[in-house]
């Protein structure tokens, strides 16, 4: 029982990291049709931001959220200015900025380390009873399961992640904006022709992303550690999720980032942290072979 309830606290927690990197990364695709190769290097300049309003800034950790999402939603408005906004209506549009967002990317890690060298770094976001506290809680609410000790990093964690979903749904779908991103995605020369300011969706959606991008780089860092390369494998996991859970369905990348946790979990309890990985890709290609399109994907027709 212990056992299970370990898999069950380890695969939530990663699932629920997974499902910020791959719900901005998703949220880019189906409204843009790009794979935006930066999103990685995102995640780390929003943990780096964190790290430095309350390292070398000295201000509360509280802060470190916010400040990070409005520096890294400025990055994702770079992405557009620099690059998407003299692409999207070209041809090999979804090729071409593969090969720019990676290049950015790459420039981006450099003068990352260029800052602050590439040792990784401890990420001050989260809580801790005897360093600078974020939150302060008594030694009696320390919870356990059985015998199974959660932390309330756990808990911040799966709740800040709950908390962006339902703001994200609710952006997509009560708002203008919302309406304006879906309508984009759905059919972008119709969006443009009913008077939907496509240039000015695809900033938002790159800013949202970054702001995406920004939390779930903090939430990594504050369980593993602050690295000018962390972003690289949640990127490649965020872009499994996707594919797995349909390129371009938010709702897909939630449900498989977290059945995905569950089995990572699982394997690592039983095989050992080395397999964790190697599974994963051999559902993904088993899911892949039964529904080409994603799990959660629609199945496309195109007629020539």
């Not at 000295?58 to 557009?80: K, R």
């Not at 030694?139 to 994200?168: C, H, K, R, Y």
């Not at 593993?224 to 690289?232: F, I, Q, R, T």
Request: with cysteine; aromatic share 10%; glycine share 12%.
């Amino acid at each position: 029982m212990d056992a299970v309830i370990q898999v069950l606290v380890s695969g939530l927690l990663m699932g629920s990291i997974y499902a910020v990197s791959a719900v901005g990364l998703s949220l880019v695709w189906g409204a843009l049709g790009m794979l935006n190769m930066a999103h990685g290097i995102l995640l780390t300049i929003g943990g780096y931001m964190s790290f430095s309003t309350v390292m070398h800034l000295g201000l509360p950790n509280w802060l470190g959220l916010p400040v990070a999402c409005i520096i890294s939603a400025c990055f994702g408005l770079l992405i557009y200015y620099a690059i998407v906004k003299w692409m999207y209506k070209s041809p090999l549009f979804q090729t071409n900025v593969i090969v720019a967002t990676l290049g950015l990317s790459m420039m981006l890690e450099n003068g990352i380390r260029k800052i602050y060298g590439s040792y990784p770094e401890r990420q001050p976001f989260g809580i801790d009873r005897s360093e600078g506290v974020m939150i302060s809680l008594p030694e009696s609410m320390t919870v356990f399961v059985s015998d199974v000790f959660i932390p309330w990093q756990n808990f911040i964690i799966m709740g800040i992640t709950a908390l962006l979903i339902l703001i994200i749904s609710y952006v997509l779908t009560k708002t203008k904006m919302g309406r304006a991103i879906r309508a984009t995605a759905q059919n972008r020369d119709a969006a443009q022709l009913n008077g939907v300011p496509v240039g000015r969706v695809f900033a938002q959606v790159l800013a949202i992303g970054g702001v995406v991008a920004a939390i779930s780089g903090i939430m990594i860092s504050s369980v593993a550690s602050l690295a000018p390369y962390m972003g690289y494998d949640p990127m490649m996991k965020a872009f499994i999720i996707c594919v797995v859970g349909g390129l371009g369905s938010v709702p897909g990348a939630l449900y498989m980032a977290l059945i995905l946790g569950l089995v990572e979990a699982g394997v690592q309890l039983g095989l050992g942290a080395r397999f964790g990985y190697p599974v994963l890709l051999i559902v993904v290609i088993l899911a892949l072979l039964w529904r080409p399109y994603g799990v959660f994907g629609n199945r496309e027709i195109a007629r020539i």
